[in-house]
């Protein structure tokens, strides 16, 4: 039942999305215009915030070992994790609260201070790291170049050449990270705040999945070229080696 509810979530999460700020937008308006609705729609909306934040704890601990096939682009993309879309959700309750406290105030003819607006403002670039981050879905991908991984603040693109052929790439460290190892790093080339130099994001995919796909291409350049499609997809599931076929 919940694989079912995550999987519903991640699948329609611009229907989720839209509908979380929709209702925050409206318990902002009922704390800054309406306090007897607002203390209303305080429990539900606490209940609901902690019940999301349960679900991405859950979620959390969920790492396919798959790809996503994305001939469009063309890549194979991780698969977009349930907790990125809960996250948000979560942080939008108190952040509605906040704004709709600004709004009260202000009707109340009480003036802001930079103190009053810090923590509004803090929430409001939190919640739209989140909410981008959830909506665009992004993650590692493996391309007919290298292998890119993008953020709000910035991307990493690591060409094959860069890695070496002799070394495979292997999950170290934390569970949430693929750290890699380069033979030519003047090659690796980095925009804005991107999340490592050497370290690839595996919160939404299984690591040793990721490491095995990411050596498979490294050993065998001639398969490059088709990464993006369906039967390339299907062939490297075929040679994956310990996969279950």
Known sequence: MIGKVLAATVRHRH?????????????????????????LLFFPLLFLAVALLVLAILS?????AYFVV???????????????VFLPLCSLAPFSAEVGALMRSARQGTPWTPESILLPVSWLLLV???VVEAWRGYGPQLRPHGVQQRTVLGSLIVPWEALPVAQTPLPVGPPSTLWLAYAQPQL??????PWSRHALRTDNVDAW??????RHYVC?????AAVG??????????ELPGRER
Do not use: C
């Not at 959390?60 to 396919?64: E, G, K, V």
């Not at 690796?188 to 705040?193: C, D, E, L, P, S």
């Open 60 to 64: 959390w601990q969920t790492r396919p």
């Open 229 to 238: 499609s369906h039967e390339e997809y299907q062939r490297l599931l075929a």
């Open 220 to 224: 065998h350049p001639d398969r490059r």
């Open 15 to 39: 229907t989720v999305l839209m509908l979380g700020l929709l209702v925050a937008g409206g318990n902002a308006v009922a704390v800054g215009f309406a306090p007897s609705l607002g203390q």
């Open 188 to 193: 690796v080339r980095r925009r804005g705040i």
């Open 128 to 130: 739209a790291l989140l």
């Open 70 to 84: 994305q001939p469009q682009i063309p890549a194979f993309g991780t698969p977009v994790p349930a907790w990125k």
């Open 209 to 214: 999945f990721l490491a095995a796909a990411i």
